[in-house]
Nanobody, 121 residues
Framework: QVQLAESGGGLVQPGGSLRLSCAAS????????MAWYRQSPGKERELVAV???????TYADSVKGRFTISRDNAKNTVYLQMDSLKPEDTAAYYC???????????????WGQGTLVTVSS
């Protein structure tokens, strides 16, 4: 069994910062793509940022220049540093990764349970 566990969400004032973490655990052989998605009430889940093996990254236009995604392969962890937060960043943030389990030959997509970020004064 492989799991993703997010942490770091909370309440922050506009202009503030938060750092989300997502740790993968279980019988892991390797992790390919790792990403953060978010979903606000009444809206579809959207991609926020993705980081691939080799550390190439892609960001949603709405967060470019404000958010930074990074990963620590030794810890099977992905981070999302969020700066200059805006009220419209309020959402549940979900971690997502393509993980190959030990003794298997293919990657499976795994989702975390989500962590809530609220940006409000």
């Amino acid at each position: 069994q492989v799991q993703l566990a997010e942490s770091g969400g909370g309440l922050v004032q506009p202009g503030g910062s938060l750092r989300l973490s997502c740790a993968a655990s279980g019988s892991i052989s390797s992790i390919n793509r790792m990403a953060w998605y978010r979903q606000s009430p009444g809206k579809e889940r959207e991609l926020v940022a993705v980081i691939r093996t080799g550390d190439s990254t892609t960001y949603a236009d709405s967060v470019k220049g404000r958010f930074t995604i990074s990963r620590d392969n030794a810890k099977n962890t992905v981070y999302l540093q969020m700066d200059s937060l805006k009220p419209e960043d309020t959402a549940a943030y979900y971690c997502n990764a393509d993980i190959k389990r030990r003794y298997e030959f293919f990657y499976v997509e795994v989702w975390g349970q989500g962590t809530l970020v609220t940006v409000s004064s």
